[in-house]
């Protein structure tokens, strides 16, 4: 495996259960972090605490094509190169039955877990292809292939990200530019608090173990690539 030490990382959602638990392996590996966040005063914490510098830490909309082009020109400004690896774990979860759905719902869902990826691709990719390398790391989750009642949204969003990755990965046959989906069950992060759903939290996987995923997968070496990683709880439904 590749170390960590030196690498320039870039986590979107770092201030989520996820990303958070990811940034703290990666930056004690001797990862270079960037992070970005919806919240100002958690992304400023979590910078303080991992003694990552003010100047890369963004407050980003991702669904704002001039945030995602500012972020990137700032990244790239910085270290004068692509970044070595992206790990998108933004995106909100919007589980409503179909007759209580709105079409708000629906727009903030494509929004935030497919246009966001969009979005950051456009950017940070053509600096990837022009060294030829990187690792892109989405996190799909267990809906973006397989169906839940009361997640036509959510579903819609994660298939949608699935099926353009997917896409992305055979343009980029000929580099070493790798893309890696995580397809993660349920997992204990406040995603769940607003949902309501008769699952057992307690039997959830972690957000730990699911950033020691992310972790993990930073290290993949340039002979290989883990296309696809599925992590699930062994049985979480409430009896």
């Given at each position: ?11 979107v959602g ?14 004690n590996?001797g ?5 970005t ?7 400023a ?6 003694g ?15 945030d995602?082009?500012d ?6 400004q ?14 909100i979860?919007?589980i ?26 456009k950017y ?17 989750g ?5 169906p ?23 343009e ?7 893309i ?32 020691r ?7 993949q ?17 409430a009896?």
């Amino acid at each position: 495996m590749e170390l960590i030490q030196g690498k320039n990382i870039l986590i979107v959602g770092a201030t989520g259960g996820i990303g958070r638990e990811a940034a703290k392996l990666i930056k004690n590996s001797g990862g270079n972090l960037f992070l970005t966040g919806r919240d100002d005063d958690k992304l400023a914490a979590l910078a303080s605490e991992l003694g990552v510098p003010h100047a890369q830490t963004y407050v980003v909309d991702l669904a704002n094509e001039a945030d995602v082009a500012d972020l990137a020109n700032s990244i790239h400004q910085q270290i004068g190169q692509g970044i070595d690896v992206l790990v998108n774990a933004a995106g909100i979860g919007i589980i409503k039955p179909m007759e209580t759905l709105s079409l708000e719902d629906f727009q903030r869902s494509l929004s935030a877990n497919l246009t966001g990826p969009f979005l950051l691709l456009k950017y940070f990719l053509p600096a990837m292809k022009e060294k030829k390398e990187g690792l892109i790391i989405n996190l799909p989750g267990v809906l973006g292939k397989t169906p839940m009642a009361g997640a036509a949204a959510y579903a819609a969003s994660k298939y949608g990200l699935n099926g353009m990755l997917k896409s992305v990965r055979e343009e980029l046959k000929r580099t070493n530019i790798r893309i890696t989906n995580i397809y993660l069950g349920g997992t204990d992060t406040p995603f769940w608090d607003e949902i309501d759903l008769r699952v057992q939290r307690d039997k959830f996987v972690t957000a730990k173990e699911a950033g020691r995923a992310i972790w993990f997968l930073c290290q993949q070496p340039d002979s290989g690539v883990v296309s696809e990683m599925v992590i699930q709880p062994f049985n979480h439904q409430a009896i």
